[in-house]
């Protein structure tokens, strides 16, 4: 089984800073999500990745492989921002996702 | 299209009592999933299907859960006899290539066993 853990568990920003947000698991993985659950409670897909980095608009994620590693930054931090991010990984031939326990940002302003 | 449309939105309901909850994912998606939420757990996945098929159901609690996919507009998840421990969050999403691809979630159904 994949044991996904994310750093940290919670943050707090003042608006505009860079945000970091880290994902690790044990297991190699075929495709990584990133979602974002807000305070009302729908989630949304941010990114799926299997490689490398992707962007949309202030939010960058980057996956390393090898180190079993993902990363979401958000540049220019916003109170919107604010929100539970949630990495998720998907392994082996069926479409099973293993999802973090989710990182909370307080973006304040 | 509206998306994933789940119902009820809140359910309040005894021990003992059956709960039915519902989801209707977006049209052209072959695969739907059912999550459950909760503070000690966080999201995990229940049972997925592909084009109407039960393919993984090994995240399904207990013999208490059920799901059903009659056709590719409408699934089900019946919980019966209802348990507290089984008040959490659940939401139902869907995809075009499974893990593959984008889910997109519905609003999600919270519901509170007395």
């Known amino acids: 089984k994949n044991e996904v853990e994310q750093s940290p568990q919670n943050l707090t920003a003042q608006e505009g800073e860079f945000i970091t947000i880290n994902c690790s698991y044990s297991?190699?993985?075929?495709?990584l999500h990133w979602l974002q659950q807000h305070p009302g409670g729908g989630i949304v897909s941010l990114f799926m990745?299997?490689?490398g980095k992707k962007k949309h608009g202030r939010l960058i994620a980057t996956i390393n492989i090898q180190e079993k590693h993902s990363s979401l930054h958000i540049t220019a931090s916003h109170p919107r921002d604010s929100a539970v991010y949630i990495c998720?990984?998907?392994?082996?031939?069926?479409?099973?996702?293993?999802f973090g326990k989710g990182t909370l940002l307080t973006v304040n302003p | 299209d509206a998306g994933v449309i789940q119902s009820p939105r809140h359910e309040v309901t005894e021990m003992g009592q059956e709960v039915t909850l519902r989801c209707k994912p977006i049209?052209?998606?072959?695969?739907l999933f059912w999550y459950r939420q909760t503070m000690m757990r966080g999201l995990e996945l229940l049972i997925y299907?592909?084009?109407?098929?039960?393919?993984?159901d090994s995240g399904m609690p207990e013999d208490r859960f059920s799901a059903k996919m009659p056709n590719a507009s409408f699934s089900t998840l019946k919980i019966q006899p209802s348990e507290p421990r089984d008040s959490a969050v659940y939401f139902c999403?869907?995809?075009?290539?499974?893990?593959?691809?984008?889910?997109?979630f519905g609003p999600g159904t919270r519901l509170t066993v007395l």
């Open positions: 299907f592909n084009n109407n098929v039960p393919i993984d």
């Open positions: 990745l299997s490689s």
């Open positions: 049209s052209g998606h072959d695969y």
């Open positions: 297991v190699g993985i075929s495709a």
């Open positions: 999403a869907s995809s075009l290539v499974g893990g593959y691809d984008e889910q997109f």
């Open positions: 998720a990984v998907k392994g082996g031939s069926n479409y099973k996702l293993t």
